[in-house]
C-alpha cells in the first residue's frame, strides 16, 4: 500500500482544479464557541490550524473560512490568520455575499450518507465543535436550522464507516480530510477514513 501510495501521480494544482467545476469553500462554523471551556476553544483553535494546513496540501488553503470569527478566537489562533478567511458574521450571510444558496452541513446525525453526487455545492460545513465534556450533543444539526430558517438549502449529510458513524473520527480537520480524499483523489468512504483513523 505504501509503495502505490508513494508513486501515484500527483496532480498539479491547476489540474486538481480542472477537474472540479468550482473549487468549493470548506467552513468551519463557530455558531457554538462559546459553549466551549477555555481548553476546548485552545483545541478548537488547533484544528482549524491542522485543516489549513491539510487544504494548502491541495490548493492555497484560501478556501478555508471561519464564521462567527470573533475576537478571542483571532487572539487564541496560532495558525496563518491571514491565509485564511475570518469572518465575523453568521454563516448565512458569508453565503449570501458569495451568492451560495444551497451547502452540504457534515453531520452525524443526519439520514443521509455523503457521496459524491454531493461534491457540486459552493461550500461545506463542518461544526467548529470540539466534545470533551458532553455538554454539546446535537448542537451540529441546530447548526443546520440556523441555515435553514436563513434561507439556505441544508443537505445534512454524515460520514460512515462500513454504514455506521461509530468508527469515524470527529476530529475537525479529520472530517475535511475525509472529504478531500473522496472528492480529490477519488477515494471510497471507508477507505477515506481508514487513512484518518
Ligand atoms: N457534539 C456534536 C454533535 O453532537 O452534533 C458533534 C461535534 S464533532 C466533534 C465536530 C464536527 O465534525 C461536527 O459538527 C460535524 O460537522 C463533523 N462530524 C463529526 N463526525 C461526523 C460524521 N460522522 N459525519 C459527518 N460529520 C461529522
Not at 471561519?66 to 475576537?71: C, E, I, R
Request: contains cysteine; proline residues 5%; hydrophobic residues 40%.
Amino acid at each position: 500500500l505504501c509503495m502505490k501510495e508513494k508513486f501515484e501521480p500527483v496532480l498539479t494544482p491547476e489540474e486538481l482544479k480542472a477537474k472540479l467545476p468550482e473549487w468549493p469553500y470548506f467552513i468551519i462554523d463557530l455558531y457554538h464557541w462559546d459553549k466551549h471551556t477555555q481548553k476546548e476553544k485552545g483545541k478548537v483553535c488547533l484544528q482549524v490550524s491542522q485543516s489549513y494546513g491539510l487544504l494548502r496540501d491541495y490548493f492555497t488553503g484560501k478556501e478555508l473560512a471561519v464564521t462567527w470569527a470573533n475576537d478571542e478566537f483571532k487572539s487564541m489562533f496560532h495558525g496563518p490568520i491571514d491565509r485564511i478567511i475570518t469572518y465575523g458574521g453568521p454563516t448565512a450571510e458569508f453565503l449570501r455575499e458569495r451568492g451560495i444558496n444551497e451547502v452540504v452541513l457534515l453531520d452525524p446525525w443526519a439520514k443521509e450518507v455523503l457521496s459524491e453526487k454531493d461534491f457540486d455545492v459552493g461550500a461545506f460545513i463542518i461544526g467548529g465543535i470540539v466534545d470533551t465534556g458532553g455538554n454539546k450533543k446535537k448542537t451540529t444539526p441546530k447548526i443546520g436550522e440556523e441555515l435553514d430558517n436563513a434561507g439556505i438549502r441544508v443537505r445534512r449529510r454524515k460520514i460512515v464507516l462500513k454504514g455506521d458513524v461509530i468508527g469515524v473520527p470527529d476530529r475537525i480537520n479529520r472530517i475535511l480530510g475525509i472529504i478531500l480524499k473522496m472528492m480529490v483523489e477519488g477515494k471510497s468512504m471507508d477507505e477515506a477514513v481508514y487513512e484518518f483513523q
